[in-house]
């Protein structure tokens, strides 16, 4: 007799687990509390709602991460990148879809399978046996994040994602900014180096801040009331309470010299750190921003040395609610106070759609594997998916962790390539048919 599976949350990673563990032979719950219980985000009762955008982003499975875990996920078999095929919309490079034929239909899909059925309503405990996945997502029930909270302590349970916009380094103007961290600090070149800087005179910086209290805002659902965390507050909220406030902060000029006008002090500096290994990206240390995205891209751009700045990731603060899964999860995403306990989806710290989707195919699976009987390994680390599940559970710093979009400064070098922006193409097919091939004899290790 198969035992069953239940899966906390039928979005992205609930419908996309209970999929692939259904096509593994096992009887599969979903429990969803929709449209019992509703979110701010939500607007149905199907699986599988897209809140926000509809792009699953690039589908170029050669140069971008993002869209080599759309094959990934297309060679697995999975029903979120089938169906999004099925409706999609154009959208040049990107896999736009039509999201409310797409959430219908991955509902009509599930629920036509004899093995899975959905029981609707809140769950707000923590199960203490058989085998569970939680994947309920950024909005999880307040009451189920209670639980998730007193079984992980207070400290490991995030509610709210600040996200400082981040910035292609080749689109940086380097004959104004300047490499150097403040007061030379570090061991090595390398660190001593570590920050990109922008220097203001005081007309810049008051320029700046008249615009930044202008800019449109976009309201802050359900936070506003709960207020912002220490150390976390939108850089317009720091101006609001004082113009010299994010001089005091994260725009403060001191310890640092401009290289290229050695003899002239900065007003205010705005600072860029490094945000992948490769160096290709930097985001806005402390800026964390309610500012609409238009005006985002205006006001930023008054910063000296980022006038023709490209953005990979504008800024944002939402509600978030994700676990520090590099403390709590194993590699098989099981948590390792309750093993009976999987988590899936946005809820561990990935961040969007595909990636959810994705950590829900490899949780679907590792639970279906386990019920089993039969072992299974976790993903490998060359590919997508495995770059992804090791970010998680492990490669990420736990101190600092934040939500994660895949990326290819996940993935490890691959030797004797070229550095920098001139081999980045040869790098990227690179890794892209290494992770091809590995995630191949993956699926055929464990068919
Ligand atoms: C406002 C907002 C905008 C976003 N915009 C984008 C975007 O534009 N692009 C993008 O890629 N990502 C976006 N995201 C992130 C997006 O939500 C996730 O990437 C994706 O939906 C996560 O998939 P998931 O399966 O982990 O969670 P979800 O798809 O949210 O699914 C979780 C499910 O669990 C259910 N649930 C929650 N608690 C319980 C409970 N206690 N009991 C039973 N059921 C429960 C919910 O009703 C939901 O159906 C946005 C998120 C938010 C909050």
Redesign the pocket.
């Known amino acids: 007799m198969t035992q069953e599976l239940h899966i906390?949350?039928?979005?992205?990673?609930?419908?996309?687990a209970a999929w692939q563990a259904a096509n593994m032979g096992v009887n599969v719950v979903i429990?969803?509390?929709?449209p019992q219980?509703?979110?701010?985000?939500?607007r149905t009762g199907h699986?599988?709602?897209?809140?926000?955008?509809?792009?699953?982003?690039s589908d170029d499975d050669e140069q971008n991460a993002v869209g080599l875990l759309h094959w990934e996920m297309r060679a697995a078999n999975g029903l979120i990148m089938a169906t999004a095929d099925k409706h999609r919309l154009p959208a040049g490079g990107a896999l736009a879809v039509d999201r409310d034929p797409f959430a219908q239909s991955v509902t009509e899909t599930l629920l036509a399978l004899p093995s899975v059925r959905v029981e609707y309503?809140?769950?707000?405990e923590l199960p203490t046996d058989g085998h569970w996945i939680i994947?309920?997502?950024?909005?999880?029930?307040a009451?189920?994040?209670a639980a998730i909270q007193a079984e992980t302590g207070a400290e490991r349970l995030a509610f709210f994602d600040a996200i400082a916009p981040i910035v292609y380094a080749d689109s940086i103007d380097m004959d104004i900014a300047w490499m150097q961290s403040r007061y030379d600090k570090g061991e090595t070149e390398e660190e001593q180096k570590a920050y990109l800087n922008c220097p203001m005179t005081k007309d810049q910086h008051e320029a700046f801040i008249d615009a930044l209290l202008a800019a449109d805002k976009t309201e802050f659902?359900e936070g506003e009331t709960a207020g912002y965390f220490d150390g976390c507050l939108p850089i317009e909220v720091m101006a609001e309470r004082g113009r010299e406030t994010l001089r005091h902060g994260p725009m403060k000029p001191v310890g640092l010299t401009n290289a290229h006008k050695p003899d002239e002090k900065a007003y205010a500096v705005v600072q860029l750190r490094r945000d992948n290994a490769l160096g290709t990206l930097y985001n806005i240390v402390g800026f964390q921003t309610k500012m609409k995205y238009g005006a985002q891209n205006e006001v930023f751009r008054m910063i000296p040395g980022l006038e023709n700045a490209s953005f990979a990731r504008l800024g944002g603060i939402?509600?978030?609610t994700f676990i520090n899964s590099p403390t709590l999860l194993d590699n098989q995403m099981r948590l390792k106070s309750r093993p009976n306990i999987r988590f899936?989806?946005?809820?561990?710290g990935?961040?969007?759609?595909?990636?959810?989707?994705a950590?829900?195919l490899l949780a679907g699976r590792l639970a279906a594997a386990e019920i089993l009987g039969k072992s299974m390994e976790t993903a490998p680390l060359n590919t997508a998916m495995g770059a992804l599940v090791h970010h998680i559970t492990g490669g990420a710093e736990a101190k600092t962790f934040q939500p994660m979009n895949v990326n290819f400064g996940l993935f490890q070098p691959v030797d004797g390539l070229k550095g920098g922006r001139r081999g980045r193409k040869d790098r990227y097919k690179a890794y892209t048919d290494r992770a091809k091939g590995e995630w191949q004899s993956w699926l055929e290790t464990y068919s």
């Open positions: 906390i949350g039928g979005g992205m990673a609930g419908s996309e429990h969803e509390m929709r219980v509703e979110t701010f985000a939500h699986l599988a709602e897209m809140v926000c955008s509809n792009s699953f982003r309503g809140e769950i707000t994947a309920t997502g950024p909005l999880t029930s009451g189920l994040g659902h939402h509600r978030n899936a989806g946005q809820v561990t990935v961040e969007g759609y595909v990636e959810s989707a950590m829900g």
